[in-house]
């Protein structure tokens, strides 16, 4: 039953809520609830590269990890190739997660200090059962090549490579199984900014040359501009703004989107962009409790009384660019979104 | 209008070939080969480059942190006419966080987790300015206020874990700024946090910047050098490659390296265009201590390697009003 089809979505998310149990307040007194992520839904199409963007809190490696069923998934649906993973066990998940790995965030933590680089991305060939023994070696071989890595580095151990060479290695294993999906954590943001560069070009190249679908998390806009296809903007578990690369940074619509947008230091744009931020103030509220308006009204520039009574739902307002604020209107097909000019200054 | 109160001014900070080794088994490894910048009272001075290239080090070097079994073999550190390097510990310790302070990159290991944020910022308080116990208090929360931290009276007996990320870095700066000291350095203070935090944390260091204090920065973020600083200072392998105004830098960086390191920054462009070129990169890594010579730090990693740059490293050539380039490209150009 795998379905090929290239109209329907790689993977597709319904309504995912993950809550975690927090701590007790009191004797008897029932577990806090911690709603990591609350009803989110999104699409990654085959080939493309879907960002997650958001502060910290904001739940996009808790989704990660739950599309991966790395975490229990309260509610709601997971889709992968037609197949719904949220309620396989055993074998069959097993099975699944040769078309779903995963990159992660720290190059340093994320490789078995133990292991030899070619075992690494040798385990999981093994593991799942992928091709006879040769097979595996030439396997092993292709993917240190397509990643920029020597076959002579096989031997090696994880310490004597370098942070961008151990991402490469992390990478090479991801790529192992032939996986449709590749989900990145983060996969850039312990880099320094030249290899950075060398990291994002190598999953660019792999995009074009095996026609790769991503999943990327991340919280820098800049990085995102660069990779992605499809964009998701999160705060405190829900999404607030959803569009195409093109739509989104030329006009991304939701107040949090484009403090997020204004908060990157360019280097064109110097102290005239700081002076023109648009300043977030204080930290996201907690998710424990999350306020019943919307969950940004506290720290929005363009905050109105609506917004702390009445929480906005995510809507279509243009054709494949969905934004969740009450303040986002449309008139004679003409857009408007309340930081319209700030965002101009800003950028 | 930065260049003319420079050039009547004496630098505040006047850190001269310095050079910081390390013993070990292969004999002295040289992590800081002969630097040499100032910093003017009150202004920014971003130092840049990667990991490995000598940025912590150099601020270490100034604190008289720098670990065992390094130690400074050569140079001088000048603060106001007086040389760090040949302080007693003692004499040192007069200095720290009096007229010279430190904010790390990881607030959360650097900040005691078994003392509350008053203990900790009025420390230095009742150390160097010999104020009660009541009076730094009083202090501490007008500390804590400057640097916008919410229901400061609430938070002075809290402990750092009790604290959001950004929150730990706004206390170390603080407890950084409690003596009002003349030279603050920043060691990527934001390289853990969000960039809207880095936002407010930036806003933070430009507000103290305004009130006197000189800020040497160290970032490896092109942007961030842009938005915060005045001049630059880029390291590369241990050395001073290039130096200047920020503009200068900016608007026509000389070096290969510091080229490399502004080209391969992904902009953020409010018209995306559908295709995507390949990021220029700078290939390869930042060597170790034991692979570099008397050459060029930098030359496996050029793309416009002569057969000279194997041999020495190059003097600094002047290339602009205030712009000092250390690469043989420009040997007899100027």
Known sequence: ?347 | MILQTHLAQEPLLNVKNLTVAFKGRQGAAPVLNDISFVVYAGETLCLVGESGCGKSMTALAIMRLIPEPGEITQGSIELSGQNLAQFSINDVRKIRGNKISMIFQEPMTALNPVYTVGDQISEPLRLHQGLTKSEARTRTIEILKSVEIPVPEQRIDEFPHQLSGGMRQRVMIAMAMACNPDVLIADEPTTALDVTVQAQIFDLLREQQQRGTAIILITHDMGAVSEMSDRVVVMYGGRVVEEGLTTEILDKPAHPYTQGLIACLPELDPNPTFDRPDLPEIPGVVPSVWERGESCPFADRCDRVMAKCREAFPPSFQTGLTQKVACWLFEGQV
């Not at chain 1, 020597?150 to 991801?174: C, I, K, T, Y």
């Open chain 1, 1 to 347: 039953m795998n379905n090929t089809d290239h109209s329907t979505p790689l993977l597709s998310v319904k309504n995912l809520k993950v809550h975690f149990k927090g701590k007790r307040s009191g004797w008897g007194k029932p577990a806090a609830i911690v709603h990591a992520v609350d009803g989110v839904s999104f699409d990654v199409k085959r080939g493309r590269t879907l960002a997650i963007v958001g502060e910290s809190g904001s739940g996009k490696t808790t989704t990660a990890l739950s599309v991966m069923r790395l975490v229990a998934i309260t509610s709601g649906s997971v889709h992968f190739n037609g197949v719904d993973l949220t309620h396989l066990e055993g074998e069959a998940l097993r099975h699944q997660r040769r078309n779903l790995q995963l990159v992660f965030q720290d190059p340093y933590s994320s490789l078995n200090p133990r292991q030899r680089a070619g075992d690494i991305v040798l385990t999981p060939l093994v593991l799942l059962g992928v091709g006879t023994p040769e097979e595996q070696k030439e396997k092993v071989k292709e993917l240190f090549r397509l990643v920029g890595l020597r076959e002579d580095q096989q031997m090696l151990f994880p310490h004597q490579f370098s942070g961008g060479q151990r991402q490469r290695l992390n990478v090479a294993r991801a790529l192992a199984t032939d996986p449709e999906l590749i989900v990145c954590d983060e996969p850039v943001s312990a880099l320094d900014i030249a290899i950075r560069a060398q990291v994002l070009n190598l999953l660019r190249r792999i995009q074009r040359e095996r026609n790769q679908s991503f999943l990327f998390i991340s919280h820098d806009m800049a990085v995102v501009e660069y990779i992605c296809d499809d964009i998701c903007v999160m705060y405190l578990g829900q999404i607030v703004e959803q569009a195409t690369r093109e739509a989104f940074f030329s006009r991304p619509l939701h107040p949090y989107s484009v403090a997020l947008m204004s908060a990157v230091p360019t280097v064109s744009g110097g102290r005239k962009k700081a002076a023109n931020r648009i300043k977030l103030i204080g930290d996201p509220p907690s998710p424990i409790n999350p306020p019943k308006g919307c969950r940004f009204a506290g720290r929005c520039p363009a905050m109105k009384p609506k917004c702390e009574l009445e929480a906005p739902l995510l809507r279509e307002v243009i054709p494949g660019h969905k934004v969740a604020c009450h303040f986002v209107t449309v008139e004679n097909n003409q857009v408007k979104a309340p930081l319209d000019e700030r965002f101009l200054l800003s950028i």
